[in-house]
């Protein structure tokens, strides 16, 4: 089966502007996450989907970050407007539920200077 | 507060050798530990992932152990070869296979030749 695609894989920015990143699931996959990792660090998960519904954003900065997920299938990350804190590889990930965990994407390698 | 605390954070061995990687938890509500391997410019992929009723679990030349009372699981990589030199993550979720993964700081392995 393909795998989890991402767009960009490369992106860099000045501070205070803004960015989005696309995710596309593997197909027939209902829960689609978006998690954060910064180097030398674990992943973090920002914000998860199950089909278009957000079931867990606790930990996504809504003052700048929005995610959407159109038709229970694609997602959009945003970050309007960037910091340099913000510098960090952003992985999409989709899962079945069905026992097989998560498969993840490559990610977005974003970098704010 | 990290809530999977991981050890060590980097590691050599000889080919041949058994790094072994520790994790501990505090969370007893969580359910489901995986364990990711993740390659440069790459994004985690699932290992091997162990449920609490089990105390060990092999696949290949990966075994997990599981300590319940501990709250501790462990990896131990068999007769490693340098194509397991990758950065590998624990992690834990409250939600089995699909929920919300709370991963540790990583471990940097070395496989030398």
């Known amino acids: 089966e393909a795998g989890v695609a991402q767009s960009p894989r490369y992106k860099i920015i000045e501070k205070r502007q803004s960015v989005a990143f696309w995710c596309n699931p593997i197909?027939?996959?209902?829960?689609l996450y978006w998690y954060q990792q910064i180097l030398g660090q674990g992943p973090k998960l920002l914000i998860q989907?199950?089909?278009?519904?957000?079931?867990?954003d606790s930990q996504l900065p809504k003052d700048r970050f929005s995610a959407e997920r159109l038709k229970g299938v694609d997602s959009t990350l945003k970050i309007q407007p960037a910091k340099l804190e913000d510098s960090a590889v952003y992985l999409c990930?989709?899962?079945?539920?069905?026992?097989?965990?998560?498969?993840f994407g490559s990610g977005t390698r974003l970098t704010v200077v | 507060q990290q809530q999977v605390k991981q050890s060590p954070q980097s590691l050599i061995v000889q080919k041949g050798g058994i790094p072994i990687i520790n994790c501990a938890y505090e969370n007893t509500a969580f359910d489901y530990f995986p364990w990711y391997q993740q390659f440069p410019g790459k994004g985690p992929a699932l290992l091997i992932a162990i449920r609490p009723d089990v105390s060990e679990k092999k696949e290949g030349r990966f075994t997990i152990s599981f300590n319940k009372s501990a709250k501790q699981f462990s990896l131990h990589i068999m007769d490693s070869q340098p194509g397991d030199s990758a950065t590998y993550f624990c992690?834990?979720?409250?939600?089995?296979?699909?929920?919300?993964?709370?991963f540790g700081a990583g471990t940097q392995v070395v496989v030398t030749p």
């Open positions: 197909s027939g996959h209902a829960t």
């Open positions: 989907f199950q089909n278009n519904g957000v079931v867990d």
């Open positions: 990930a989709s899962s079945s539920g069905q026992g097989g965990g998560y498969t």
């Open positions: 992690a834990a979720s409250k939600q089995g296979s699909w929920g919300k993964l709370q």
